[in-house]
Every structure is written in C-alpha cells, then in structure tokens.
C-alpha cells in the first residue's frame, strides 16, 4: 500500500538560512510525487511535482526536491529561507493503480525566526 | 476572486444533524474532490468527480455523500453528522485529462467543522 512519512512535524529555522524538509514514501512502481503548502487559513498550493526524468525538481518560490529511488525519499530544499515561508508543508504520493488516489503525509510546520 | 470557494467557512452543529458543505469553482475545470484533514493525518479524500455523471468513492466515504450539481458546484452532505466529523473539508479542482494521482489539484480554503 501507499504511504507517505514526514518524519519532523515541526521545524524551526532562522530566516536566510537553508531548509530542508524530509518526506519518506513507500510504493511498489516508480512514484508521482509532489509538495504543496499550506499557509494559515488557506487552501494547498502546488509547490513542484515529479513524475519521471530528471530527478532534481525546480518549483514555485525557490523551492527545488530531489527523488531518490535508492532512499524512497523526496526531499524538498531552499537555500535561503524568508518570513513568508512559514506554514505547514505536504508531501504526496500518486498511486497509478487502482482508485489512482493521491496520498498525503501528515505535515511538518515550518517557523522562521528572525 | 478566488478561483474555489467553498461555504461556509466556519460552521458548527449537533449530533445527529444534516450538513451541506459547498464548493464551487470558476477555473472551469471538469473534475472535484472533498478531503478532509484532520490533526497529525494529513488529507484523506472522501469523494471525487470527473464530470457531472461521473462521482467516485475515495478513501473514506463512510457517513458521507455527494452531489454534483453542475460543473461548477460539487457539494459534500453529512446526512447525520457524529463527533469523529469534526476536522477541515477542503474542495479542490482539476483540468484533467490524466489521473487523480497525476492532476493538479486546485484547493479551495476549507471549511472547519465542528459536531458537538
């Protein structure tokens, strides 16, 4: 079965400092992967997504995540952190089979300090 | 204007009560969904639409219904709303043509539920 891990649920950073947020999946054919965010009282918004070739991903607002077969990992990564980056981040997995759901980590929220 | 709304933002109600939630969007888009987000369990889709006849069960559509009432408005009905309902409802959106797991989706801001 399908199933996504985001091992930190709360990060704190320092803002200009680089940020990398952890996202594990566990799935049996070659993944569709994907982060979005969501900031305080809003919807999800699509960060980058990944379905096949080139394995670094570049996203909206500086954002890039790495697929790494061989770690089942999908890291998403920004070299210099600002304010505006505080909110809560999911990681997905899409599955290609079967009901073709799209399955959600349980978040990690980010706080950036001054 | 945003692109998916839904109504009401805020809503709180008793056991045992009927609840509508509703969602409509202006990006034109074919295909809808309701999840639900819940404390520490990320998004679990309850129902999703390709089309106006075309409505699929997700994850967790137990004490759950849908209607499509149009392309533009998807809504969700609690037909007897008990406490473990509480959590966010969100609608989101799609173009399409590809899979749910391949598309996309377009959030609206969620609805909070309370069920007392």
């Known amino acids: 079965a399908q199933s996504v891990t985001q091992p930190d649920i709360h990060i704190t950073v320092s803002e200009g400092a680089s940020l990398e947020l952890r996202c594990n999946y566990s799935?049996?054919?070659?993944?569709?992967l994907f982060w979005y965010v969501q900031s305080p009282g809003q919807g999800l918004q699509l960060l980058l997504k990944y379905f096949s070739g080139d394995t670094l991903v570049q996203g909206i607002k500086g954002f890039e995540a790495e697929f790494k077969r061989s770690q089942s990992s999908f890291n998403l990564r920004k070299p210099s952190v600002h304010w505006s980056d505080a909110a809560e981040y999911f990681c997905?997995?899409?599955?290609?089979?079967?009901?073709?759901?799209?399955?959600f980590g349980t978040g990690t929220r980010l706080t950036v300090i001054p | 204007d945003a692109d998916v709304t839904q109504t009401p933002r805020n809503r709180i109600t008793k056991t045992g009560k009927r609840i509508m939630l509703e969602c409509s969007q202006t990006k034109g888009h074919d295909r809808m969904y309701w999840y639900r987000q819940d404390p520490g369990l990320g998004l679990q889709l309850i129902y999703y639409s390709f089309d106006v006849k075309d409505i699929n069960k997700g994850e967790i559509s137990d004490g759950y219904s849908v209607s499509r009432q149009a392309q533009a408005k998807f809504s969700l009905s609690l037909e007897s709303a008990i406490p473990n309902q509480t959590a966010l409802y969100f609608c989101?959106?799609?173009?399409?043509?590809?899979?749910?797991?391949?598309?996309?989706?377009?959030f609206g801001p969620g609805t909070r539920l309370t069920v007392l």
């Open positions: 997905a997995v899409g599955a290609q089979t079967g009901a073709n759901n799209l399955f």
């Open positions: 799935y049996g054919a070659t993944p569709y």
């Open positions: 989101a959106t799609s173009e399409g043509p590809g899979r749910v797991s391949t598309d996309t989706q377009y």
